[in-house]
T-cell receptor, first 112, second 112 residues
């Protein structure tokens, strides 16, 4: 089966600019997650979707981060405006059950 | 508080040697425990997943153990190869909404 697809793989932007990441989960996976992984740390959950509804966005910095999952399939994560501390790898994962998590390859964001 | 602690933080071994990575957790309720391998700049790739009733699970040269009574897990790598150099992350899945609790990872470096 195809894995979780993410794009772009790399992105370099200046602070205060905007950026968007895209994720296409595994077909049929109802749950989709966005994680932020700062270098040397474990991933931190930003938001969890169940179909097109938000299950958990308690750690999403809502003043600058937004995410949507229209039609319960693809998802986009946006940062506006970006700060230097947003430099990280942004991982998307999807699952059908609690046992079947699959991560994408991630988008490495560098804010300069 | 749900936590996953890994040790050592980093490890350097010679090619061909064995090594064991440790994971202690205080997650409740417990659903399953996973070990992931994460290459730099890539998404985590699942190595093993174990439920409460499983003590040992192997995947090639990787063998994971789980002691649910003491809430400890280990990942043993046999006959290490240069390609084993990566971060190894222990992740515990809580039954509460399928939330993943990540360890900080062990950075393994295999030298020739």
């Amino acid at each position: 089966e195809a894995g979780v697809a993410q794009s772009p793989r790399y992105k370099i932007i200046e602070k205060r600019q905007s950026v968007a990441f895209w994720c296409n989960p595994i077909s049929g996976h109802a749950t989709l997650y966005w994680y932020q992984q700062i270098l040397g740390q474990g991933p931190k959950l930003l938001i969890q979707f169940q179909n097109n509804g938000v299950v958990d966005d308690s750690q999403l910095p809502k003043d600058r981060f937004s995410a949507e999952r229209l039609k319960g399939v693809d998802s986009t994560l946006k940062i506006q405006p970006a700060k230097l501390e947003d430099s990280a790898v942004y991982l998307c994962a999807s699952s059908q059950t609690t046992a079947g998590y699959t991560f994408g390859s991630g988008t490495r964001l560098t804010v300069v | 508080k749900n936590q996953v602690e890994q040790s050592p933080q980093s490890l350097i071994i010679l090619e061909g040697k064995n090594c064991t990575l440790q994971c202690n957790y205080t997650v409740s309720p417990f659903s399953n425990l996973r070990w992931y391998k994460q290459d730099t700049g890539r998404g985590p790739v699942s190595l093993t997943i174990m439920t409460f009733s499983e003590n040992t699970k192997s995947n090639g040269r990787y063998t994971a153990t789980l002691d649910a009574d003491t809430k400890q897990s280990s990942l043993h790598i046999t006959a290490s190869q240069l390609s084993d150099s990566a971060s190894y992350i222990c992740v515990v899945n809580s039954n509460q909404g399928g939330k993943l609790i990540f360890g900080q990872g062990t950075e393994l470096s295999v030298k020739p």
